[in-house]
Structures are given as structure tokens and as C-alpha cells.
């Protein structure tokens, strides 16, 4: 095996209701929901009207600026709902299922001798390509750039995380067949970043057209962004293309058998869970079959994602068009009374302010107060105990508050995004919304940079 990266900066929090190993069954959803909001400096343009029939693969919306990226329906059915927000923003474009799926079809072929022309025409009629995304700034990818390199991480760290070895056992084939794809996209360069014990090593030595590196430690350590960062970082000026292992069987799915087919193996987890285990739907799907008489009673919180990055959805709520997990755990609707008094061995901490810390392996049922009110940024040295990353937060957060673009290169922006300081969100004394401060940031740069 090749040399092992351990990173020792990290933290993983342990938490309830951790999916089964098991794939099990649910109702077919009623209706599967494309989410603008879930693809960042987007501006959509529909090609649908409410009423319209389509087929799976047919365009619903594209990009206003890059019209040839189109997004395309994951099922045949029916536009019911187009679905929007303040100053008629479209938020949701709806589709309920006839029950056939239909599909448009498309060029099938081996990638390795197709052009790369050929390849990118295909994933933009088909609506695969939004499944590629760029760094810096995690946006869809730009189909004019040539990417120094494509990332994939087959391993996930966060928070009751979807076991990739599981999803992608038995799908070899098609998988493969998606990295030849993003090898001709790339100029032959695809990295794995891959964990030693978590990865399924007959599968990952079969592969064929990658480069392997091999990644151990505590969350963040399947970030992709942690990995590129430890192999080829992202200078000012250079692009590298990222996409998750599942989207990678829905590129293999194009080329394998012609059609938009958006399959997903998604973990339904969390304390409040009742059954967690894995179920087949596809992209965009509504979550009420899955959830439907298999969660507790209460004031719960649906996510979309993981508890760090996740997007808050409701019972009938759609998953996210990159997600393949969802969390469901209690609201925190309440306040403590001198609650930083109490042994609190029931209680996670980083700090170790509890005596929790005596029993690092214990799992916890957690939720979502915030345990504290918003304070002042203050320099701490917490920030880099968490992030595996030559990154100074603070120092680029106050950077990106102000908007100084100059110190926000200096400093790194285009090495991060999001999901790569949610942990520093988490331990922040401050309470600040570090997620969105530098999502504002990224946007800022983006308008400069043209």
C-alpha cells in the first residue's frame, strides 16, 4: 500500500443512530423536487411551464449565464408545482412520477475512445454535468476549463456518514466506466483519496486511471478539500473539478446504458430514528416515505446532509441534488439554567468543560441549541485544532467580513469552502455563522474575479 497521510487535527463527533448495513424498502416517492438553492451563484431560466409533461433526463431549468448546463428531471411525470420564494426566486421545481420512467436517450460508448469534446456534449444534454463541481468556490464546473485534476474522496467523515464501501459493492463495472469518463475530462489525471480501513481495498486496486492516496484521522479527513489540499492544492488561477462516488455511477450510467438515471443509495440516520438503515431513491426525491412511521415523536429536525453542512428540510422535505444522507435529530427549543455548572457527563465537549471527555468512544444524542448567545470574535488558537489545514481562520474570516480580497487570497479562500470549517463552527466560543461569512466572501471574490 502506498504511504498513508495521517492527520492528527481533526475531531469526530460521535452521535446516535448510526444507518445499518442494510438496503431497505420504501414506497415510491410521490413527488422529487430540483433545488436551485442547492447550486451555488446559479441563476435559473425554466424550460417548464406547471402542467408540462417530461421525461427523465428532459431540461426543467439552465444556467442564465452558462446556458449550456442544463438541469434535467430525474424521473417522467409531470411538472406540478414551481415553487417560489421572495422576489420570485425559483426555490423548488416539482415533479410527480407517472410510474413509467421514460427515458430521453443519449449517446452510449466506451469514453476512453470518444473525444473530449463528444464526452462533455453528452454530459450537458443529459443533465450529468451539474454532478461536477470546481474548486475553488464549489460551484458546477465551467465545461470550457481543463481541470489540473479530478478529485473524488471514497470515504466520508463527517457525522453519521453513508459507508461508501457499501454503496458501491457490486458496481464496479459502471463505476470504472465514469472514471474513464472524468479521466478524458482531466487530461488523465483523477485522484482517490482513499481510507485504508474504511475503503474496500479489492475494489479500490481494481480501479484503473487513477491516482490512490491513502488519508487516516479525524473528520475533516474525507473532505475532498482536506485531500487536494495535501496533494495538489489550488493556487490562484487553477481549477480542479471534485465529484461525490455516487455521482460517479451516474456518469458511468450515461455512457453504460444512454440515459439520465440518478440512482442513489441514501442513509436515513440520527438519534431519532427508529430503524436507521440505507434506501434506494433517486436524486431529489421527498423524504416522507423514508421517514413515514420510522421516526420518534417530538419536535424534530430534518437535514438534508449531514449535522454540519446539511440544509434543514421538513418531513415532506426533498433530498439535496448532491446529498446521500439524511439526519433526522431533536430541535433544541430550550434554555439551561447554570448549565455550564453541571458535571455534564451526558454532554459532548470540546473543550473538555465536561467530564464527558473521560469516555471518548461514547455516542451522543445531540441536538440543536446552540448553548450560548452570540459574542465577539476573539483570537483563540481553537480554530486550527480542528482544521488539518496550513489555513489561518480567524485571520480570514475578519479578512472576508471586511471584504479585503487581497488578504483573503494571502490567506487561502481558494483553498476552502464551507464544509471545510463547519467543525470551527462547532467549537466556536463566539457563536458566529463562519459557514455563510465565508460563502458572502466566495461571492465577493467571484464578482471581482468577473
Partial sequence: MDKVIKLKRGLDIRLQGEAEKKVGQASEPVSFALKPPDFHTLVPKLTVHEGDEVKAGSPLFFDKYRPDILFTSPVSGQVKTIFRGERRRILEVIVSPDGKQDHLTFRKGDPLSMKREEIVEELLKSGVWPFIRQRPFDHVANPEDTPKAVFISLFDTSPLAPDYAFILKGQEKIFQTGINALSMLSGGKVHLGVHPERSDSAFVSALQNVERHYFKGPH???????????????????????????????????????????????????????????????????????????????????????????????????????????????????????????????????????????????????????????????????????????????????????????????????????????????????????????????????????
Avoid at 284 to 306: H, M, Q, T
Avoid at 310 to 336: A, M, N, Q, R
Avoid at 355 to 375: A, E
Avoid at 420 to 431: F, G, H, N, T, Y
Fill in 220 to 450: 475533516p479527513a474525507g473532505n475532498v478539500g482536506v485531500q487536494i489540499h495535501h496533494t495538489d492544492p489550488v493556487n490562484k488561477g487553477e481549477v480542479a473539478w471534485v465529484v461525490n462516488p455516487q455521482d460517479v455511477l451516474i456518469i458511468g450510467r450515461l455512457f453504460e446504458e444512454g440515459v439520465f438515471d440518478p440512482q442513489r443509495i441514501v442513509a436515513l440516520a440520527g438519534s431519532e430514528v427508529k430503524k436507521p438503515q440505507y434506501y434506494r431513491t433517486r436524486v431529489g426525491a421527498s423524504i416522507a416515505p423514508l421517514v413515514e412511521g420510522n421516526v420518534k415523536e417530538g419536535d424534530l429536525r430534518y437535514i438534508s446532509g449531514n449535522v454540519l453542512t446539511g440544509t434543514k428540510i421538513g418531513k415532506t422535505g426533498y433530498l439535496g441534488f448532491y446529498d446521500s444522507l439524511v439526519t433526522v435529530i431533536p430541535e433544541g427549543h430550550y434554555s439551561e439554567f447554570f448549565g455550564w455548572l453541571m458535571p455534564g457527563f451526558g454532554k459532548f465537549s470540546f473543550s473538555r468543560s465536561f467530564f464527558s471527555w473521560l469516555t471518548p468512544k461514547k455516542k451522543y444524542r445531540l441536538d440543536t441549541n446552540l448553548h450560548g448567545g452570540h459574542r465577539a470574535l476573539v483570537f483563540s488558537g481553537l480554530y486550527e485544532r480542528v482544521l488539518p489545514m496550513d489555513i489561518l481562520v480567524m485571520q480570514l474570516l475578519k479578512a472576508t467580513i471586511i471584504e479585503d480580497i487581497d488578504q483573503m487570497e494571502n490567506l487561502g479562500i481558494y483553498e476552502v469552502v464551507e464544509e471545510d470549517i463547519a467543525l470551527c463552527e462547532v467549537i466556536d466560543p463566539s457563536k458566529t455563522e463562519m459557514q455563510s461569512i465565508l460563502r458572502n466572501g466566495i461571492n465577493v471574490l467571484i464578482k471581482e474575479l468577473g
